[in-house]
């Protein structure tokens, strides 16, 4: 089912959140049903670094590819603020659909932008975003490609301000809207009300964060359409990592950690490795 197909329905979308291609396919094994690529979580593990800006169109295009090329559920795509002005967002939406991006998320922030739940964010102008996701509408080429409009105005001009944007922005063409760190859920009832009737609706839920954490089901009762949860595997994966190595430098093994770990057999079995080695035997035979 195609990922527009999929939000018309009442049911809520839960997307995962995914970094690398790895992580993609483990999501896609627990019956997920898409998965989001955040930049916050390839800047995490990529660079070690926060989610400031730091990571690069091209590299972002880079992890798309591996990511489709190893799953086959819809992918949605962080593309933080186009990485430049509406001529960038175009060559952004060409080179990400062109990936395997099946949704854009483009926000409107300056350069360099922020994580969404840190302070000290800036905006640019209402009719430079609105420009920006016309630029982006115009340069897809399927129809299917969706292009989400997000508005990070709740904490720099307040919530009517971020409602007030939120409007031009589905003028403007968005296929969907994502009204940034709601501080409640009467927010994200507001936002419904206001808009729930014509566009489909994203929420971010960032353990931590700025908003408070909510389940898919409770934001479905709400109206909202699309639920990610983007940088909850890093944040899982981290915490592992850092009880893994101080186990393995205590005690000088990793016996003591392996009830929390896949053994060599088992990381094989997860990724398919058997199978593959099989076709490459059936390849070199010749046989069809």
Do not use: W
């Amino acid at each position: 089912m195609k990922l527009k197909q999929r939000l018309s329905q009442d049911k809520i979308l839960l997307a995962p959140g995914a970094y690398d291609a790895l992580t993609a396919l483990i999501a896609e094994q627990a019956s997920a049903e898409t998965v989001y690529l955040s930049g916050a979580g390839i800047a995490y593990t990529r660079f070690g670094r926060p989610d400031i800006g730091l990571v690069s169109m091209s590299e972002v295009a880079d992890t798309i590819a591996a990511v489709r090329d190893r799953i086959s559920i819809p992918l949605v795509v962080d593309a933080d603020n186009g990485f430049g002005n509406a001529l960038n967002v175009q060559r952004t939406v060409r080179v990400f659909e062109r990936m395997g991006a099946n949704a854009l998320q483009l926000e409107d922030q300056t350069l360099p932008k922020r994580c969404g739940h840190l302070d000290g964010k800036t905006l640019i102008s209402t009719e430079e975003m609105t420009g920006k996701i016309k630029a982006a509408c115009d340069a897809r080429v399927s129809e299917d490609t969706l292009i989400i409009a997000r508005t990070d105005a709740i904490a720099v001009e307040g919530f009517e301000a971020s409602l007030a944007r939120a409007e031009h922005y589905v003028d403007a063409g968005a296929d969907m809207l994502f009204v940034e760190a709601p501080r409640s859920l009467d927010d994200f009832q507001q936002i419904v009300s206001r808009f729930g009737n014509h566009i489909p609706l994203m929420a971010n839920m960032v353990e931590g964060g700025k908003t408070p954490i909510a389940d898919a089901q409770s934001l479905e009762k709400i109206g909202m359409s699309l639920v990610i949860f983007p940088g909850g595997i890093a944040r899982a994966l981290a915490a592992t990592a850092r009880d893994y190595y101080a186990n393995l430098i205590t005690h000088g093994s990793n016996e003591a950690f392996r009830n929390r770990m896949f053994d060599f057999a088992g990381l094989n079995d997860l990724i398919g490795t058997e199978k593959m080695l099989d076709d490459g035997r059936r390849y070199d035979k010749g046989a069809g």
